[in-house]
Nanobody
Framework: QVQLVESGGDSVQAGGSLRLSCAASGFPVSRYYMGWFRQAPGTEREWVASIFPTADVTFYTGSVKGRFTISRDNAKNTLFLQMNSLNPEDTAMYYC???????????????WGQGTQVTVSS
């Protein structure tokens, strides 16, 4: 059974850092397309970052590029999101997602965790 459990969300001041974790079970993260998404109140869930199963290729949405880093630990079967220089616009529920194909790594498809809340105050 595929399961994703996020952790690491917290309330921080602007300029601070957080590291989100997503513990996976039931499949190897090394062989799946993995991603982080976020959703602020009243908005649609948006893609933040992805990591491909081949060569650890990564992609980021423009607003987080240079501040966030997606990575995974295959031995621990865990996905991470290191978030630096946080600002209030980063406030949202953050979700981890996994899919066997890139086409399925999107809201309404793939496998999802329950989310972890990140709140950034100015």
């Amino acid at each position: 059974q595929v399961q994703l459990v996020e952790s690491g969300g917290d309330s921080v001041q602007a300029g601070g850092s957080l590291r989100l974790s997503c513990a996976a079970s039931g499949f190897p993260v090394s062989r799946y397309y993995m991603g982080w998404f976020r959703q602020a109140p009243g908005t649609e869930r948006e893609w933040v970052a992805s990591i491909f199963p081949t060569a650890d290729v990564t992609f980021y949405t423009g607003s987080v590029k240079g501040r966030f880093t997606i990575s995974r630990d295959n031995a621990k079967n865990t996905l991470f999101l290191q978030m630096n220089s946080l600002n209030p616009e980063d406030t949202a529920m953050y979700y981890c997602a996994a899919a066997a194909t890139l086409r399925l790594l999107k809201p309404g498809a793939g496998n999802w965790g329950q989310g972890t809340q990140v709140t950034v105050s100015s």
